[in-house]
């Protein structure tokens, strides 16, 4: 009997922790994806906020991607929203000195002359803020995705007012390539 009582802690932590660890058999474990939901950040500081505040996850990405301090790159960015083939159509953003140089459309080659172009396909500090707007804003569905390697927003989605049909957006930033 004392030797249950000596193994009986040793098989209780081994029945906890080998499903933890994806032992025991059976299937692996799911994680859930890396997908912010609703609330990506937090709301504005107030005197009563301590100074050191825990970072919001976007905060968090975009001081990844500062850290690789890259500042010549070429990404395709795809928007979804309801409107024109001019502002739904992939474009490729060439950034040179953290600056867009060029904006052109991915199936055709022909630069965008739309009159917003910078506010739509910005430099990948533009998405950031993207994020960042939307829940300034109380987006009431405001989601992000960032690239595992570099931290920049690789995928964002927002819907401002869900009662209100056609005011969702999203973006998808795919093909980054760092420039020389």
Same mark, same amino acid.
């Given at each position: 009997?004392?030797?249950?009582?000596?193994?009986?802690? &040793?098989?209780?932590?081994?029945?906890?922790?080998?499903?933890?660890?994806?032992?025991?058999?059976?299937?692996?474990?799911?994680?859930?994806?890396?997908?912010? #939901?609703? /609330?990506?950040?937090?709301?504005?500081?107030?005197?009563?906020? /301590? /100074?050191?505040?825990?970072?919001? *996850?976007? +905060?968090?990405?975009? *001081? &990844? @991607?500062?850290?690789?301090?890259?500042?010549?790159?070429?990404?395709?960015?795809?928007?979804?929203?309801?409107?024109?083939?001019?502002?739904?159509?992939?474009? &490729?953003?060439?950034?040179?000195?953290?600056?867009?140089?060029?904006?052109?459309?991915? #199936?055709?080659?022909?630069?965008?002359?739309?009159?917003?172009?910078?506010? @739509? @396909?910005?430099?990948?500090?533009?998405?950031?803020?993207?994020? *960042?707007?939307?829940?300034?804003?109380?987006?009431?569905?405001?989601?992000?995705?960032?690239?595992? &390697?570099?931290?920049?927003?690789? @995928?964002?989605?927002?819907?401002?007012? /869900?009662?209100?049909?056609?005011? +969702?957006?999203?973006?998808?930033?795919?093909?980054?390539?760092?420039?020389?």
């Amino acid at each position: 009997m004392s030797g249950i009582k000596v193994f009986l802690p &040793i098989l209780l932590a081994l029945g906890i922790l080998l499903p933890a660890c994806g032992g025991g058999g059976g299937a692996a474990p799911v994680y859930p994806q890396p997908v912010s #939901n609703y /609330p990506i950040g937090r709301p504005p500081s107030t005197p009563d906020d /301590p /100074p050191d505040a825990p970072k919001t *996850e976007v +905060e968090q990405q975009r *001081e &990844i @991607w500062a850290a690789f301090a890259i500042a010549n790159y070429r990404y395709t960015l795809s928007r979804t929203v309801f409107s024109g083939s001019q502002y739904t159509d992939a474009v &490729i953003v060439d950034v040179r000195n953290n600056q867009v140089i060029s904006r052109t459309y991915a #199936n055709s080659g022909t630069p965008v002359t739309v009159p917003d172009a910078a506010s @739509w @396909w910005p430099a990948i500090d533009g998405l950031f803020d993207i994020i *960042e707007d939307a829940r300034a804003s109380n987006a009431a569905v405001a989601q992000a995705t960032y690239d595992p &390697i570099y931290g920049f927003p690789n @995928w964002g989605n927002f819907d401002f007012n /869900p009662g209100l049909a056609d005011d +969702e957006h999203s973006f998808t930033a795919t093909s980054f390539q760092i420039l020389p």
